[in-house]
């Protein structure tokens, strides 16, 4: 059975930094991809960042330069290290693992077989 536990999450003050992880079980991850989405109140889940087995990664141009993102696939362990954090960026994170090969990091969340429950990240001014 496969499962995203996210945590870290929390609430913050704007202009600092914060450190989600997203542990996963039941996939192998040596072909599989993961990423972040984030779903503001009453919105759709967003793509946010990916990493693909082979490091390659991508962002939303809203967090280029303030997220990143790295795997740590013995720990089978995902973490996005979020700095500089703006209220903008207060919603529920999700993390999302796909098992099939893919050249590029996907941004759709049809892409994504599973999901994790979330974790909420609110950013204070």
């Known amino acids: 059975q496969v499962q995203l536990v996210e945590s870290g999450g929390g609430l913050v003050q704007a202009g600092t930094s914060l450190t989600l992880s997203c542990a996963i079980s039941g996939l192998t991850l040596d072909r599989d991809h993961v990423s972040w989405f984030r779903r503001y109140p009453g919105g759709d889940r967003e793509f946010v960042s990916g990493i693909l087995a082979n490091g390659l990664t991508r962002y939303a141009d809203s967090v280029k330069g303030r997220f990143t993102i790295s795997r740590d696939d013995p720990a089978k362990m995902v973490y996005l290290q979020m700095g500089n954090l703006k209220r903008e960026d207060t919603a529920v994170y999700y993390c999302?693992?796909?098992?099939?090969?893919?050249?590029?990091?996907?941004?759709?969340?049809?892409?994504?077989?599973?999901w994790g429950q979330g974790t909420q990240v609110t950013v204070s001014s």
């Open positions: 999302a693992a796909r098992d099939s090969w893919a050249a590029s990091v996907r941004t759709l969340i049809t892409d994504y077989n599973y």
